[in-house]
Nanobody, 119 residues
Framework: QVQLVESGGGLVQSGGSLRLSCAAS????????MRWYRQAPGKQRELVAA???????NYADFVKGRFTISRDNAKNTVYLQMNSLKPEDTAVYYC?????????????WGQGTQVTVSS
């Protein structure tokens, strides 16, 4: 049974920091590309940051310079360090594991963790 369990969300003031964690089980974590998405009320889910199995990272423009994605394969965990948080970063943050396969993508989602940034 595959599980992705996010933690680390909460309420923080504007300018503050949070570190999200996503612990994976039931998959060979090291071969999966890992992503963080977020969804604010009334908006579509959007990609925040990604880290490949080879540790190549990519970020959405709106978080570049503020957020850092990393992974610890020994702990089957991906992290999202969020600094200089803004009220517009308020959203539910979701962890995603994906592995491209011939003709399809195998992917799994966590249940999400709420991040609220007060002004």
């Amino acid at each position: 049974q595959v599980q992705l369990v996010e933690s680390g969300g909460g309420l923080v003031q504007s300018g503050g920091s949070l570190r999200l964690s996503c612990a994976a089980s039931g998959i060979i974590f090291s071969i999966y590309d890992m992503r963080w998405y977020r969804q604010a009320p009334g908006k579509q889910r959007e990609l925040v940051a990604a880290i490949s199995s080879g540790r190549i990272t990519n970020y959405a423009d709106f978080v570049k310079g503020r957020f850092t994605i990393s992974r610890d394969n020994a702990k089957n965990t991906v992290y999202l360090q969020m600094n200089s948080l803004k009220p517009e970063d308020t959203a539910v943050y979701y962890c995603n594991a994906r592995q491209p396969l011939p003709g399809r993508v195998q992917e799994y989602w966590g249940q999400g963790t709420q991040v609220t940034v007060s002004s």
